[in-house]
């Protein structure tokens, strides 16, 4: 069993729709969820950041955390084509709790 | 403020070669970590220093690689006798606790 999962994609909606994108995990453990958005070639960019079971909100993004099923979302709100990447869910452990295990990422493709 | 700084952004060694790859954390940031990511995979960690010490490089390969984080001057992560599997995208982040990375642009190593 993979340590961190993700559907690799990709995952294709219009402009102006909401994306939905899951990321599961296997360390009980893991106190601190991460997600990262990658471009092309380009570096991962933190876009979420949670540690408590619920929702949390930054302007078109909430994460979502629910410890007990071991279950990490996010929700892209009003999707425009720019948001069209590779989003990373990231979770800390196992072991040295700071380093972060990756799953392989899901590529959005936001169409007009 | 400057972000994580990596340098050379694109390295380019012949087999048997060493790769010398560089990483100056943000201000303020005492906690370096590394990644590889390779073509079409996710970024695995590799080793996490703070000033002067290894904390955890379970993720580092028993041979040929390794890294150091001196007291002054910018983190390295040194390749000896690449192989052409060792071409990959190494990404440097830097954190101020243990907790929330900013990734550096990264430098792709192509192996000849």
């Known amino acids: 069993q993979k340590e961190v999962e993700q559907n690799s994609g990709p995952l294709s909606v219009p402009e102006g729709a909401i994306a939905s994108l899951n990321c599961t995990y296997s360390d009980r453990g893991s106190q601190s969820f991460f997600w990262y958005r990658q471009y092309s070639g380009k570096s991962p960019e933190l876009i979420m950041s949670?540690?408590?079971?619920g929702d949390k909100e930054d302007g078109r993004f909430t994460a979502q955390l629910n410890k007990a099923s071991q279950y990490v979302s996010l929700l892209i709100r009003d999707s425009q084509p720019s948001d069209s990447a590779t989003y990373l869910c990231?979770?800390?452990?196992?072991?040295?709790?700071?380093?972060?295990?990756f799953g392989t990422g899901t590529r959005l493709q936001v169409t007009l | 403020n400057a972000g994580v700084m990596q340098n050379p952004r694109h390295l380019v060694r012949r087999r048997g070669q060493e790769a010398r790859l560089r990483c100056s954390p943000m201000?303020?940031?005492?906690?370096v970590y590394w990644y590889r990511q390779l073509p079409e995979e996710g970024l695995k960690f590799m080793v996490y220093l703070q000033k002067e010490n290894i904390i955890d490089e379970s993720g580092m390969p028993k041979e040929r690689f390794s890294a150091e984080f001196p007291k002054e001057g910018p983190s390295i992560l040194r390749i000896q006798q690449v192989v052409r599997g060792d071409s990959a995208a190494y990404f440097c982040?830097?954190?101020?606790?243990?907790?929330?990375?900013?990734f550096g642009p990264g430098t792709r190593l192509t192996v000849l």
């Open positions: 201000k303020g940031h005492s906690h």
């Open positions: 990231a979770v800390n452990g196992p072991g040295t709790a700071s380093k972060l295990t």
């Open positions: 949670i540690y408590s079971n």
């Open positions: 982040a830097s954190s101020p606790h243990t907790d929330t990375q900013y």
